[in-house]
C-alpha cells in the first residue's frame, strides 16, 4: 500500500479536505485505484453528537457512520463508497486501546501513548487502507490521509508520532507527505509572506516528518522569487512546490494540480510512474468550465435552522450545485432563518421578518432540510403552506418531511394541536412520533442510521419516474422520529399520498401531494449520494419544478 498523508500549518480551515480529495482525483485520473481516510484528533468518538454551528453537517455513511463533513467531499470527488472507519478520531482508537486493557489483552503492562495508542492508530491505518471502496475487488494502489488540525496541536500529537513511525516502516517508496500551509499577504506591504509556512515546516520536522511536496494556500499565484524562497528554507525542491490559489469553483483545483504537475511529482516518490497513465481529467474540465459560463440561475428558498454557517447544509448545497449544473443553471440559494419567518419575530425583529417573507415570496423553489429540536418549527411549517397554497415547488428531508406532515394535518385536516412528540410530548394529535428503533437515554449512534430500502407503492408518482425505478430506491437515513403509522389512512383521504415505505410497510418514506406541481418529503437524505455528474433524482425534479420544466423532462425520459 502506497500512502499520501496531508498535513496543514499555520492555520485550520485552509481547505486541507479539498486538497486531499483533488490529490484523490488526480492520482484516479492516472488509472490508479483510490482510497482515503480522515484523521480527527477530537475526543468525540464521531461526528454525530457535535453541534452543526461548531463543526458543520454531520455526513451520514451507507453503513450508518456519522462522520466529519470531509468525508462527504471524498464520496463526492472520489465517487467511492466510505466506511465508518475511514474516519478515525482520538475517541475511537482510545476506546478500542482502553477496551483492550479492561480486557486483560496487554498482558500486565503499563498501557501508554507510545507504543499502544500509537500501534493502534498505525493498525487501524493499515486496515481500513486495504477495504476496497470503489466497487472492485481487492485494495486500492493510494491511500490518501488526512490529518485533521493544525500541526503544533497538543491532540494530534500521537498522531504525527504513529505517522512518523508508519512512514519509516512502509519506506520511502511507499510514502509521500505533503503539506498545507497558508502564504499570507499584508495589506500595507503587499508582500507574500512565507515566515508563517517555515516555521510550520520546522515544528513538523522537529516531530519527525519532512514534506516531499508543499502546497501554499494563497488568494493570488505564488510568484516565482516566494516559491525560490520557500524552496530554500523548507528544504523542498521547487517543482514540488504547489500553489492552490482561488479559483471560481472547486471543481478547478484537480486542474490546476494537474497542470502544476502535482502527480509526476507524487507518483515519482512512490515509484508509480511506470504503473500510472498521463492524468485524464476531461470530465472535470468539462464541469468547471461549464459552471464558470452559466449565466441563468435559479433562486432556491433554503428554509432552515443553521443557516448562519453555510458548511452546516454542506451536502444539501452540493446536490442543489449539482443539479442546477445538470440542467445549465446557477444555484442561487436565499438563506432563510425558519424563525424570522414566524409571527413573533414579527414584534421582535420586524425588518428581519419583513425581509424573509419577501425573499420567500421571490423564490422559484423551497427546500426546508433536516435538523433537530423545536427552534424554527413554526416558521418552517408557515413557508411549506405558502408552497403548498401557491403551488411553489417544495422539498422537505427528514424534519422536512416532518413538517409537511405536521402542517397538512393543523391546515387541512383542522387538528389544530397536530405535532410531533419531539416538540411537544403532550400533543393530543401525534402526528409525528418516537421511532421505536432508537434508544431515550443514549445520543450518539442511536437513530435509524445509513442506507436502507424505500419500497415504492406506486410507479405514478414524480419520486418513481425520477428515480426510473418503480420498486425501491436505496438512501441514506439519519433520524429518530416517523410519521405516525395510525394517522396515515385520514392523511391519504384527505389528499396526501404516502408513496414510498419501508420494508415493513410501517415507515413513512416519501409523501407527494399529487394536487400540486411539485410538493415531495422524504425522510431520508438524497443529498448524502448526489455527485457532480449523477446529480440526486429528488433534487433535480426540484430544479426541473422550478423552472416549469418537470412535465416536458418526465415525458422524454419515459419515452426514452
Known amino acids: 500500500m502506497k500512502y499520501v498523508l496531508i498535513s496543514g500549518g499555520v492555520v485550520s480551515g485552509l481547505g486541507k479536505g479539498v486538497t486531499a480529495s483533488s490529490i484523490g482525483v488526480v492520482l484516479k485520473a492516472c488509472g490508479l485505484r483510490v482510497t482515503s481516510i480522515k484523521i480527527d484528533p477530537y475526543l468525540n468518538i464521531d461526528a454525530g453528537t457535535m453541534s452543526p454551528f461548531e463543526h458543520g453537517e454531520v455526513f451520514v455513511l451507507d453503513d450508518g457512520g456519522e462522520v466529519d463533513l470531509d468525508l462527504g467531499n471524498y464520496e463526492r470527488f472520489l465517487d467511492v463508497t466510505l ?164 479559483v471560481p469553483n472547486i471543481w478547478h483545483i484537480p486542474l490546476l494540480l494537474r497542470n502544476q504537475n502535482a502527480h509526476h511529482s507524487i507518483l515519482q516518490q512512490l515509484n508509480l510512474l511506470n504503473q500510472a497513465t498521463p492524468p485524464d481529467l476531461q470530465q472535470w474540465t468539462e464541469m468547471a468550465e461549464t459552471f464558470d459560463s452559466l449565466t441563468e440561475s435559479v433562486r432556491i428558498a433554503m428554509v432552515g435552522k443553521y443557516v448562519g454557517l453555510t458548511d452546516s447544509y454542506l451536502s444539501v448545497v452540493k446536490a442543489l450545485l449539482h443539479a442546477c449544473v ?76 416532518q413538517i409537511a406532515v405536521i402542517e397538512f394535518a393543523r391546515s387541512v385536516l383542522g387538528w389544530e394541536n397536530a405535532n410531533s412528540v419531539e416538540f411537544d410530548a403532550q400533543t393530543p394529535n401525534p402526528v409525528v412520533i418516537f421511532m421505536p428503533e432508537g434508544s431515550r437515554t443514549h445520543m450518539g449512534s442511536t437513530m435509524r442510521l445509513g442506507s436502507r430500502r424505500t419500497l415504492l407503492q406506486t410507479s405514478d408518482c414524480f419520486t418513481s419516474k425520477l428515480y426510473g425505478s418503480s420498486e425501491y430506491v436505496d438512501e441514506r437515513h439519519r433520524h429518530r422520529y416517523e410519521v405516525n403509522p395510525d394517522v396515515i389512512g385520514t392523511l391519504e383521504e384527505a389528499g396526501l399520498q404516502f408513496v414510498g415505505k419501508d420494508e415493513s410497510g410501517k415507515r413513512m418514506e416519501i409523501l407527494e401531494l399529487p394536487s400540486h406541481p411539485f410538493y415531495v418529503g422524504v425522510q431520508f437524505h438524497p443529498e448524502f449520494k448526489s455527485r457532480p455528474a449523477r446529480p440526486s433524482a429528488l433534487f433535480l425534479g426540484l430544479i426541473l419544478a422550478a423552472t416549469g420544466k418537470l412535465e416536458a423532462y418526465i415525458s422524454r425520459q419515459n419515452g426514452s
Open 83 to 246: 466506511t465508518k472507519d475511514n474516519n478515525i478520531t482520538t475517541g475511537k482508537i482510545y476506546q478500542s486501546v482502553l477496551e483492550k486493557e479492561r480486557k486483560g489483552d496487554y498482558l500486565g503492562k503499563t498501557v501508554q501513548v507510545v507504543p499502544h495508542i500509537t500501534d493502534a492508530i498505525k493498525d487501524w491505518i493499515e486496515s481500513v487502507a486495504v477495504i476496497p471502496v470503489d466497487g472492485k475487488e481487492g485494495p486500492a494502489d493510494v491511500c490518501v490521509i488526512e490529518l485533521g488540525g493544525t500541526v503544533g496541536d497538543i491532540e494530534s500529537m500521537p498522531f504525527i508520532e504513529a505517522l512518523r513511525q508508519l512512514s519509516f516502516q512502509v519506506g520511502p517508496d511507499n510514502f509521500c507527505l505533503i503539506h498545507v500551509s497558508l502564504i499570507p499577504v499584508l495589506g500595507v506591504v503587499g508582500e507574500q509572506k512565507t515566515k508563517p509556512t517555515q516555521h510550520s515546516v520546522r515544528e513538523l520536522r522537529a516531530l519527525g516528518l519532512t514534506p516531499h511536496l508543499l502546497t501554499s494556500r494563497s488568494a493570488e499565484p505564488l510568484l516565482e522569487s516566494t516559491k525560490e524562497k520557500l524552496s530554500k528554507f523548507c528544504h523542498v525542491p521547487i517543482e514540488n512546490i504547489l500553489n492552490i490559489h482561488d
Open 326 to 401: 445538470a440542467r445549465s443553471l446557477k444555484p442561487s440559494i436565499d438563506w432563510i432563518a425558519a424563525s424570522d419567518l414566524e409571527d413573533e419575530s414579527a414584534k421582535s425583529t420586524p425588518e428581519a421578518h419583513a425581509a424573509a417573507w419577501t425573499t420567500l415570496k421571490s423564490a422559484d423553489c423551497v427546500l426546508v432540510p433536516g435538523g433537530f429540536g423545536d427552534r424554527g418549527v413554526r416558521g418552517m411549517m408557515l413557508a411549506a403552506k405558502y408552497a403548498r397554497e401557491n403551488n411553489v415547488p417544495y422539498l422537505g428531508i427528514c424534519l422536512g418531511m
